[in-house]
């Protein structure tokens, strides 16, 4: 990734910013990029509110949740999704202080990938 926002800043790999909720991303023609965000459960909603505020496109990596009161949010924006990793997988990227690593540990969730357009 070229371009990151990260609570995890590493200025020589890239990251741009350190709140992606105050940072206004730009995506469409010319600029050849796309969001992608793998937030922690508690800011997907916000998040969610921020993308469409920023009018951009991308892809969102949540838990397969649908209890969750921002689960049908997410699905009723969804252009498409797919699963990417289920309950138990632990061959799962985390981003942590040194920058991505692989889960310590099986996974308690599904994960799913749901593209997104807000422009």
């Given at each position: 990734?070229?371009?990151?926002v ?13 709140n ?8 469409g023609?010319?600029?050849?990029e796309?969001v992608?965000a ?12 921020h993308?469409r505020m ?13 209890r ?5 949010n ?15 997988d ?16 099986p ?13």
């Amino acid at each position: 990734m070229p371009r990151y926002v990260s609570r995890y800043p590493v200025a020589h790999m890239g990251c741009i910013a350190i709140n992606a909720l105050s940072h206004t991303f730009r995506t469409g023609a010319g600029t050849g990029e796309v969001v992608y965000a793998y937030p922690p459960t508690p800011l997907i909603a916000p998040l969610m509110a921020h993308l469409r505020m920023c009018r951009v496109r991308g892809v969102l990596v949540v838990p397969d949740t649908p209890r969750a009161q921002w689960f049908g949010n997410v699905m009723r924006v969804a252009v498409d999704t797919l699963k990417v990793a289920k309950a138990g997988d632990s061959d799962v990227l985390f981003q942590h202080s040194t920058g991505y690593a692989a889960s310590v540990g099986p996974i308690p969730f599904p994960l799913i990938a749901c593209k997104f357009d807000f422009e």
